[in-house]
């Protein structure tokens, strides 16, 4: 496959980025890789597994030159990252990120951009509960979807040429405005996280079942609800404190449903949770036969 971007700089060297790196390295996607981490031995492995070709504690150095510019940090350090390497940014450089909220990204990263740039946000939905640059493969993306937001004023050609990048690295691509976005996003990971984070809180809290109860006797259910709750306490924080409203809005439907069912169950209403385990049933289907989940490890991908 031909090179798309003659130099790609990614700020943070996390699971997404160093899969970034191993779907481009793969795939001969990036003429060179450029990275940025504060952290001296994150830059370390970086270099040892080979994920850029020059890394950086400054991300001003890291985007000299850069075609494509990935912001790949927390949401709560995009602002302040975006203000450093703003003045060394490449004109016509084609800016993004990874954040799981895009309202936030847009009005940390856009104010501090130049004109002369393309700033399209995006966000992969695609993940495990494991971090760091170790925790990247390149077939990380494949099948998984990843959102696009653009505007009213982004370039249409930078548009299709970040769709092919991610095309190319196996995703499947959709566009949508931000809100939209993070409302979609509160519904389908941002609530269930946190109320897996608040399941696994609850068993830890309830001094009736001891610990070695909880880890040796978990059924699937509860295990799929720990596998969540170990996501980066970092990026999860943020994006609680960057989605503010529509997850707000979701919990308060969720509690309402929840309550809903409390009554059923207390009412002895087996018909009204019979129909509605059929009906969420139905979702899960859905899922499977879209080819969103499966059985196997890492969503059956292998690791390359």
């Known amino acids: 496959m031909a090179v798309m971007f003659e130099r790609v700089a990614l700020l943070g060297l996390g699971l997404i980025a160093s899969s970034m790196a191993l779907g481009m390295r793969r795939s001969g996607l990036a003429g060179s890789?450029?990275?940025?981490?504060?952290?001296?031995?994150?830059?370390?492995?970086?270099?040892?597994?080979?994920?850029?070709?020059?890394?950086?504690?400054?991300?001003?150095?890291?985007?000299?030159?850069?075609?494509?510019?990935?912001?790949?940090?927390?949401?709560?350090?995009?602002?302040?990252?975006?203000?450093?390497?703003?003045?060394?940014?490449?004109p016509g450089a084609l800016v993004t990120d990874v954040g799981s909220v895009k309202n936030a990204v847009v009005q940390a990263i856009g104010p501090h951009l130049p004109d002369n740039v393309h700033?399209?946000?995006?966000?992969?939905?695609?993940?495990?509960?494991?971090?760091?640059?170790?925790?990247?493969?390149?077939?990380?993306?494949?099948?998984?979807?990843?959102?696009?937001?653009?505007?009213g004023e982004t370039d249409p050609a930078a548009l299709q040429k970040l769709t092919d990048l991610w095309l190319a690295l196996g995703a499947k691509v959709d566009t949508m405005d931000a809100e939209h976005h993070d409302l979609v996003l509160a519904v389908t990971s941002h609530a269930p996280h946190l109320i897996a984070y608040t399941m696994v809180g609850v068993a830890d809290d309830l001094k009736r079942v001891t610990e070695s109860e909880v880890i040796n006797y978990s059924a699937a259910g509860f295990r799929d609800f720990t596998?969540?709750?170990?996501?980066?306490?970092?990026?999860?924080?943020?994006?609680?404190?960057?989605?503010?409203?529509?997850?707000?809005?979701?919990?308060?439907?969720?509690?309402?449903?929840?309550?809903?069912?409390?009554?059923?169950i207390r009412r002895g209403d087996?018909?009204?949770?019979?129909?509605?385990?059929?009906?969420?049933?139905?979702?899960?289907?859905?899922?499977?036969e879209a080819g969103q989940d499966t059985d196997a490890p890492d969503f059956g991908r292998e690791h390359e």
């Open 33 to 90: 890789i450029t990275g940025h981490a504060r952290s001296a031995e994150t830059r370390d492995v970086a270099m040892e597994l080979g994920l850029v070709d020059a890394v950086f504690d400054s991300a001003a150095e890291a985007v000299v030159d850069a075609d494509l510019v990935v912001f790949c940090v927390p949401v709560g350090v995009m602002g302040d990252l975006a203000a450093e390497v703003a003045p060394n940014l490449k």
């Open 270 to 288: 087996g018909q009204q949770l019979f129909d509605y385990f059929t009906r969420t049933r139905a979702i899960r289907r859905g899922i499977i």
């Open 119 to 151: 700033f399209i946000p995006g966000h992969p939905l695609a993940g495990t509960e494991h971090s760091g640059p170790r925790s990247g493969f390149a077939s990380l993306f494949k099948n998984r979807w990843c959102l696009l937001t653009p505007t």
């Open 227 to 264: 596998r969540i709750a170990a996501s980066d306490p970092t990026m999860w924080r943020d994006v609680f404190l960057n989605n503010k409203e529509a997850t707000i809005e979701i919990l308060g439907r969720f509690t309402e449903e929840l309550f809903d069912l409390q009554r059923a």
